[in-house]
């Protein structure tokens, strides 16, 4: 908690699934899918998933139904939050999905930069408020494109964006539910391609979350990438680097896990990789303890010095846990490392996400919850088929 503002944590989108020995992307199979969500069902740090699950295409299903096949592998697949976008009315149909297994579902409104909110965008979240369900206000504005190339410039222009949305969401249901979210990055001026990592991105975060904390208005962090195509030491410092400027500086939901060259690209192993991250950001937000016990101002006297130690102390056995333990991290000693096989941290997560999936059985939707999805997405399917779309 910061500031009495809770930071949640949701797995980030990609596009395709990626291969962790040759690093090129394919699409994605819906059994993947369902398995990724097992993970990160798994993951303590993950409270929900994002707007367009993942991935963004799969083999076998049409580009119509991408969005609502995942959001039902999502559904059956864990108890946790869920987000929805929006396109070709697939929002009516995960609103009527939602309702009927009775979860909640965050919306989507996304400006499209600069200062332009087109038709489907908006009636989309309208459908999501008249649900009564919250919508996030994403502008993804790139610097130098689509936004102003300097910092104050592409504030005003992406907080214009954001303000839009929060004033037509009100119109069409005054209180209507909503968290503005910081998409935009910098392009990189030598070659015109997205600089995802950027140092940029950062500090647009503690701008933006500084305006918009002081409106009194949620906000979060929907860019949290690296401009690495692996799993790699750029890939590390680049999103730890952000997620924790970002929570530092107010963010209350972040998209993190999952994905890596932007969205273009994810994997489940990222997410476990990624869990350990937000769990060290988590235990750095909560901050530190200090009371009688704490400074253990008696122990010290009790222990003395040496020969003394805490070692074999009540009081180490009862608060060794205020520090922070990683799940997947490298934490032995030199030659305890070199006996068990020299495994650095992408073979312990690579484990660690093989022991989930065999392991970790995600609450199942009830046999009557199971076919109503079913049939909505069989409705769904016969809309785009009457459409030309399927």
Known sequence: MVGGNALYLVQDVGMRAVDLETWESRS????????????????????????YEFYMEMEGVPPSMVMLEGLASGIRNTTKMQCMGYGGDSEKFAI???????????????????LTLFTDSCEGAFSFAEADFP??????????????????????????????????LQLIKPGAKAIVMDGTHPMNMRNGNMDFGAMGISLHY?????????????????????SSKKIDFQNAYERAMQVLTGAISGNNL??????????????????????????????????????????????????GPIPGNYLTTAHT??????????????????????????????????????????????????????????????????????????
């Open 28 to 51: 994605a199979t819906l059994k993947e899918h369902g398995d990724f969500v097992r993970a990160l069902d798994a993951l303590d740090t993950v409270h929900g998933f994002q707007a």
């Open 206 to 226: 503690v701008m933006f979350n500084q305006i918009w904390r002081s409106y009194g208005i949620p906000t979060g962090a929907a860019s949290t990438f690296s």
């Open 96 to 114: 009527k999905m939602a309702k009927t297994v009775g979860i909640d579902l965050l919306g989507a409104l996304f400006p499209s930069p600069p």
């Open 135 to 168: 919508v996030i206000i994403v502008s993804g504005a790139v610097m130098g494109a689509t936004a102003p190339v300097t910092f104050a410039g592409a504030t005003i222009t992406q907080n214009a964006e954001a303000m839009a949305g929060i004033v037509l």
């Open 254 to 303: 972040t998209f993190f896990q999952g994905a890596m060259y932007g969205e273009l690209t994810c994997h489940p192993v990222q997410a476990v990789l990624d869990n350990d991250i937000a769990g060290w950001v988590g235990h750095f937000l909560e901050g530190v303890e200090v009371n009688d016990e704490t400074l253990a101002l008696d122990l010290i006297n009790q222990v």
């Open 317 to 390: 056995r009862k608060w060794y846990k205020e520090h922070f333990v990683p799940k997947v991290a490298d934490r032995e000693s030199y030659p305890e490392w070199i006996k068990k096989g020299k495994k650095d941290a992408l073979t312990l997560a690579k484990e660690r996400l093989e022991e989930i999936l065999a392991t970790h059985k995600p609450k199942p939707l009830t046999p009557e919850q199971d076919k109503a999805i079913a049939e909505i997405l069989e409705e769904a399917r016969s809309f785009y088929r009457e459409k030309g779309m399927l």
